[in-house]
């Protein structure tokens, strides 16, 4: 069973808004995957958390740091609380790229 399931499989707007996000040009990248520090933050808060290992942890499989997974709603939390700054929003088109280049928003004091 996935966690918060409802959200993203079942209630038909949750599976709307993340069909919208599968087609987004926007995606989040783990731009900086090589310093995360394992403290499991990102995985506690994203409703889907499955879909953070492989742009995550791939690097020495030759997966790229983008998060391209359906599920990924691109809600954003992952970036917010990630303290060693790993995600940044981006464009799908990184991994081919290999460019991190994106954009973190600002955090709020
Ligand atoms: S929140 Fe950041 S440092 Fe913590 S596991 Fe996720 S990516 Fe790594
Ligand atoms: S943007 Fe949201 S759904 Fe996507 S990986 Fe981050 S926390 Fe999970």
Redesign the pocket.
């Known amino acids: 069973m996935v966690r918060h399931g409802w959200c993203g499989h079942l209630c038909p707007v949750g599976a709307f808004y993340g069909l919208i996000g599968w087609k987004a040009p926007v995606r ?1 990248v783990a731009a900086q995957r090589e310093k995360c520090d394992d403290c499991m933050d ?1 995985f506690a ?5 499955q ?2 290992k492989p742009a995550l942890k791939g690097a020495d499989k030759g997966v790229g740091p983008v ?1 391209l997974d359906i ?9 917010d609380v990630c303290s060693q700054d790993v ?1 940044v929003f981006g464009t799908r088109f990184a991994n081919a790229t290999g460019a991190p280049a994106g954009a973190r928003p600002v955090r709020q004091a």
């Open positions: 989040v990102c808060v994203c409703p889907e958390p879909v953070i998060i599920n990924c709603t691109n809600c954003g939390r992952c970036l995600f």
